[in-house]
């Protein structure tokens, strides 16, 4: 352990007012009596701590300035295990979207193994022991995502160029950015929309273009966002306002037991291993996607409107595959009757 780390576990302990005694401090360090000595002092002199013994508790503690604040470190310190955290978030970030803020990360990541006392830990260490893998990961292109988390923070308005995949055209909005959202792999953009006057989310793969604007961004509490835009089932606004109820039979019921759906969902165990998975909802389209995976064995209980759409999906989807079915084989030589 170096002096700086020691330094740092001597003021945790000190700045609890606990008065650790010399032993204590020599436990926790793992070292000698002489090097505490010599890093209470260096502390002293150098880094204009303090410290003082407390004879009628036995131990060493921090005296309370003029000014009456507490006594702090001079600048960040962290151990190494904190460091080695930090270093494990950068490395994550990183792996989310390769290509989104991998510049401004690698100063920071440099810094932090240069900061680690070993040295033996390094980032492309991390790269080989952890791994992110995005299922259905759509990119995003580097710039937009710079010009819409620049927007995010300066709480300024854009004008972005989006392509709305469910009507296939590309329309110029102007928004006030409220938040960015890391899910299900992707990239969005919760936002007010000026267009719409409403709250809207907004795939950033799905951006053409995006500026800035001068005008600052309307602010909305992030209850209020919570409500409109977090409340329903998955990525869709809107107030819950139906709940589906689900029954997974074996073994599908194994994995449908352990996963989060919706923060408000209700688990009930039944017999047989089956499960029983209530979850709220106001937009049933990703609800479908994530029902269709557990096809057969699932069974929509509630309600009909849910059942009767997943129904469809199912049909049409046998129908498609059999008209693929029966379409001839590339290269296969087509006869008439003569």
Known sequence: MSQTERIYKIHRLLETGRAPSLARIMEELEVSRASVKRDIEYMRDRLNAPIRYDRERGGYCYDI????????????????????????IENLLGQLDSRLLAESLKPLAKRIESLLTAGKLRSKELHKRFKIIG???????????????????RRKQLEIVYFSRSRGEI????????????YSSNWYLDAWCHMREDFRSFALDALRGAKILPGAAREFPAEQLDARLGAGYGIFAGAPDKTAV????????????REEWHPKQKVTQLEGGEVRLEVPYSDPRELVQDILRFVPHVVVEAP?????????????????????????AAGEARFSAG
């Not at 928004?175 to 959202?181: A, E, K």
């Not at 199912?314 to 379409?327: I, T």
């Open 171 to 182: 329309r110029s909005r102007t928004v006030s950015p409220q938040r960015l959202i890391w």
């Open 246 to 257: 689900l029954r997974f039979r074996v073994p599908a019921s194994r994995w449908a037991e």
């Open 135 to 153: 299922a259905r990961h759509r990119p995003v292109e580097e710039n937009y995502f710079r010009i819409v988390s620049t927007a995010v923070l």
């Open 65 to 88: 300035g003029p000014d009456g604040e507490p006594y702090q470190l001079p600048g960040i310190w962290l151990t190494s295990e904190e460091l080695h955290a930090l270093l494990l």
């Open 304 to 328: 009909e409107s849910l059942r009767q759409l997943v129904l469809e999906h199912l049909e049409h989807g046998v129908a498609a595959f059999r008209a693929e079915q029966r379409k001839p």
